[in-house]
């Protein structure tokens, strides 16, 4: 496997595999991996002849009181589990390689991105388009891999991609969880064992969303309170918002219609963590 840390390197690797006739799959990533990640790689190794995984703490996408500085970063074990799946080519560059001196450029796709994180998180999707962005430039991909754990990212990066004109597939890999529930993210870790019992308070608040749409439930605003309600009965939760909304605007519904998002996002302790399921 090998390891590009150099842009233009990976833009003369990704060169070279066009031009044999190889499609090139990419998974873009901030390490930690977890098996979430790991099934995204699969994906794109099904899909593709040639596999990339990025791995880049992008700083551009943490606010000023976030957990940039602490983020988990586990370079040697993120690069023997990919090495495992048989990847090609690890993309891992420094920010100053990624944001050089005097850098002013950024990508920003209006309305979408002030809507679910976007409210609590003003300029994180700012920050994930950007970098993304760049991503794909360098990286060049014919398929590009993200997971539903993070929907309203996949709805942004979407419409980025339409708007733009990129030359790229998205592809988007379904929630992988602990076999309690719990969806697989990389925060995870930061959570004590208290804390990893309380965190199931998303997925049963989504649970019970769904529980009532089979028996038939359709009034927005109750499916809205009954999923709040769940939450507010775990005492270690804070609720930062539980939402239904379209997954390709992010807009509140108002009358329940096929694929809608139901969308929550909490702080246990100090850790935000976020789950979503699509209705029927």
């Known amino acids: 496997m090998k390891i590009i840390r150099i842009p233009e390197d990976m833009q003369q690797f990704s060169r070279e595999t066009r031009r044999s006739g190889k499609r090139l799959g990419f998974v873009p990533t901030m390490g930690a991996l977890h098996a979430g990640h790991l099934s995204l ?12 995984v990025s791995i880049f703490v992008n700083p551009l996408q943490f606010g000023p009181t976030e957990d940039f500085s602490k983020y988990p970063r586990t370079f040697e074990r993120d690069c023997q589990l990919l090495e495992a799946e048989g990847v090609d080519t690890v993309f891992a560059p420094t920010v100053e390689m990624m944001y050089p001196l005097g850098a ?30 760049k991503l794909f430039n360098i990286v060049g991909p014919d398929f590009a891999f993200f997971g539903q754990k993070d929907a309203a990212q996949v709805a942004i990066l979407r419409r980025m991609v339409r708007d733009l004109n990129v030359d790229l597939q998205i592809v988007v890999g379904p929630i992988v969880r602990e076999a309690d529930g719990l969806a697989m993210s990389s925060r995870n870790a930061y959570l004590s064992p208290e804390e990893r019992k309380q965190a199931l308070v ?35 939760a804070k609720l930062d918002y539980l939402e239904i909304v379209d997954p390709d605007t992010l807009e509140p519904v108002s009358a329940l219609s096929s694929g809608a998002l ?8 100090a850790t935000r963590l976020i789950d979503n399921v699509l209705l029927p």
């Open 104 to 133: 002013t450029t950024t990508v920003e796709v209006a309305e979408i991105s002030d809507r679910l994180d976007g409210v609590s998180r003003p300029g994180h999707f700012k920050g994930v388009t950007t970098v993304v962005s």
């Open 262 to 269: 139901v969308a929550v996002a909490a702080w246990i302790g």
């Open 202 to 236: 998303l997925q049963r608040a989504l649970a019970r969303v769904q529980f009532l749409v089979g028996r038939g439930e359709s009034d927005v605003k109750s499916l809205i309170d009954a999923g709040k309600q769940v939450v507010a009965e775990e005492p270690a």
């Open 41 to 52: 790689v699969k994906m794109a190794r099904e899909r593709s002849d040639c596999v990339v």
